[in-house]
């Protein structure tokens, strides 16, 4: 069985041994160059009273924040390289301007691991850098439609719609295109593989794929993270309000 029905395992393993190895570089990291970071102490004296941790747990506590934060940076790196595993699909890389191309399609995209990953003004900038790639007639990507893409949308009933982030200092929204298109990952890993679930494939699969990369890693905690998986692309369905029997008020 394979872990995904739209790339091969041996791409799936190493684009995750790839991404491990990430987390493995910040950990040596964060241990080596903790005492050389400036570290704020009116801050740690108030999360340990907070959270009412000793210190040990408090150096564990930003150790692990340290990490997160450097493995979070990496986390949409993990969907593009997937995404651009899909025949017809490329991944540009870092620095392409661009994270994934389709020429047969005509599609393009930026992706990023959540809705909240870019606020205010820099959104806007990402508006502007799609629409100087498919507006101009000199431009190598003119007639591609450009899909603003956000892995953890911001509501689990999703969205595919014109991106229209805000100009805060001209207080408009940035125009309607429907060849700028904003979208969350649910639906754009559907659009790329033509696969439903592709998005599900792909979270179930992670923990199959890092017990075979690395067999001493327990993986606790799978079921909890399914739920947080619901949470965040299953939407709730709408409470129904209870009529009151007539009989029962007589």
């Known amino acids: 069985m394979p872990y ?12 995750i041994s790839e991404i491990l190895a990430i987390g493995d570089t910040a950990q040596i990291k964060a241990n080596e ?9 009116f801050s740690m004296l108030m999360e340990m009273a907070c959270f009412d941790m000793d210190f040990d747990n408090w150096l564990k506590s930003e150790k692990s924040r340290q990490i997160q934060k450097t493995l979070s940076n990496d986390i949409g790196m993990l969907h593009q390289k997937i995404l651009g595993s899909v025949k017809g699909w490329k991944d540009l890389k870092v620095g392409g301007g661009i994270d994934l191309a389709n020429p047969k399609r005509k599609i393009i995209a930026e ?18 850098e799609l629409d100087k790639l498919v507006m101009p007639k000199a431009s190598h990507y003119k007639g ?25 200092e001209r ?33 179930k699969a992670i923990p199959k794929v890092i017990k075979d990369c690395r067999a001493a890693i327990s993986m606790s905690g799978v079921e909890e993270a399914d739920q947080f998986f619901k949470s965040a692309y299953v939407p709730k369905p709408p409470k129904t309000s209870r009529r009151k029997n007539p009989k029962a008020s007589k």
């Open 4 to 15: 995904v029905s739209f790339i091969t395992d041996a791409r799936f393993k190493k684009i």
């Open 111 to 128: 992706i990023k691991n959540k809705h909240n990953t870019v606020t205010g003004g820099k959104r806007v900038n990402n508006y502007q």
């Open 171 to 203: 207080g408009i929204r940035c125009e309607a295109n429907p060849k700028i298109i904003q979208i969350d990952g649910n639906r754009f890993y559907k659009l790329v593989t033509g696969v439903d679930d592709a998005l599900e494939q792909v979270f």
């Open 144 to 168: 591609y439609t450009a899909y603003f893409v956000e892995i953890i949308p911001s509501t689990a009933q999703g969205y595919e719609k014109p991106f229209t982030p805000s100009d805060k």
């Open 33 to 41: 160059e903790f005492e050389r970071n400036v570290i704020d102490p």
